[in-house]
Every structure is written in C-alpha cells, then in structure tokens.
C-alpha cells in the first residue's frame, strides 16, 4: 500500500511537520475498519493539511458506508497518539437506502448522505438535542452540508437494541447519527477542526474529489 502523509504542524513550531502513515498505526488495534479505507482517509487529510484548507486537525473519523447500517461503521483516531477512540454504529440517510446505503447526494431535501472529507466545527442544542456541525470540503460533494444541516448527533434509533428488533439501524435525513449514549463525549472529543472522511467506493467521489488521487487541484 502507498503510504499517505499528514503534515501537522508541532505545538512550539507552526511551519515544522510531521509524517503520519499507516505504518504508524498498530494495525492489530484499528478495529473493524479495512486497511485500504484508513489509508485513503489519511491521504484526503493530508491533503488537507497541506494544501492549508484545515490547520493541525487532532481526530479522524472514518465512516465506511460499504458496510451494513448494522455492523459497526465509524471509527475516531487520535492523530497524535495514533490510537483508536471509538468504533460505533452510524445511520445513514432514508434516501440513501435500508440497510446498505447505496446513494448519496450533496442535494438539499433529497434526506441523502453525502460522502467525502469534512471537517467539524461548532456545537449547538437542536431538534436532535447535542449536535455538531459540519462543513464539507469537497465542493459538489458535500459542500452543501452546512446548508443542508447535515450535522453528527444523538438518536434513539442507533443502538444494538434496535439493530436487534429491526434487522437495520433507523435513519437520518442524512446526517451521520450515532447512540445517544456515546454521542456527548464522541462529539466533544471531535470537535472544532477535527476531520470526518465518509467512504464510499463511489466513482464520483474518487474522480472528482479534491482529496483524492494526489491532491488534486
């Protein structure tokens, strides 16, 4: 596998960087998540990173939608200390499909997901209580997401329970949710300028995005 780069600028020198490949990452730790996804996650951030469109981002989160609503999905890395935090269940869109999410749109009222790197902002109190907006990176993708109010919250419908009774999680109207009961610390732990890349083997998003394939311009 290629090894991707991440520049992160160090505490006591803002132009100084730092290498961060997968090499970096024990591997017998990661979870579930497949080799090949973490690596294209950290090739979109260090891409990021140096083309200056995020600063020093502390987490990634990856979301696999290849895989079931019903398997865990999601995974939080510690970019300094390159340790797994989390691995939890997410939904995906009701217009995005059942189980399996098989589309995605960057279109508002469609209630699809959309794929690509964002990065996190702001939190907020909502409809959906503890919320935490997202602003996507890669324009024609998921650059409509603010707009969208596709955002990481809470919600009653993620959790093993529920999978249990209904063979599937229930849905967002795209945003990633996630348990109730993980969603406060997950989302205080990634906020503020950390990075989400959602995958897909989309052929969209892997010829068109920004992140992907070198750095495109």
């Not at 950290?42 to 995020?54: E, I, K, P, Q």
């Not at 993708?141 to 999978?163: E, K, L, Q, T």
């Not at 109730?180 to 989309?202: C, E, H, N, Q």
Request: proline share 4%; aromatic share 8%.
């Amino acid at each position: 596998m290629l090894a991707a780069t991440l520049l992160v600028p160090h505490a006591a020198d803002a132009s100084a960087s730092a290498t961060l490949t997968l090499a970096d990452f024990d591997t017998t730790a990661i979870g579930g998540i497949e080799t090949d996804v973490l690596e294209m996650a950290l090739g979109a951030a260090s891409c990021a990173v140096s083309s200056g469109n995020v600063k020093n981002p502390g987490t990634l989160t990856v979301i696999d939608y290849s895989k079931p609503s019903s398997q865990p999905r999601l995974w939080v890395f510690d970019l300094k200390s390159k340790e797994l935090l989390y691995e939890e269940l997410v939904a995906h869109g009701q217009g995005s499909g059942a189980n399996m999410a098989m589309q995605f749109s960057n279109l508002d009222e469609s209630h699809q997901t959309s794929l690509g790197l964002f990065v996190t902002q702001d939190t907020y109190v909502g409809k959906n209580g503890y919320s935490l907006r997202l602003d996507g990176l890669d324009r024609g993708i998921n650059d409509r997401a603010r707009d969208r109010a596709i955002v990481m919250h809470g919600a009653p419908y993620v959790s093993p329970s529920f999978v249990k009774a209904n063979g599937r999680l229930g849905r967002s109207w795209g945003c990633p949710a996630v348990s109730d009961a993980v969603a406060k610390k997950m989302i205080d732990r990634v906020k503020g300028g950390g990075l989400v890349f959602a995958y897909y083997p989309d052929a969209k998003l892997i010829k068109t995005s920004k992140y992907l394939g070198g750095c495109r311009a």
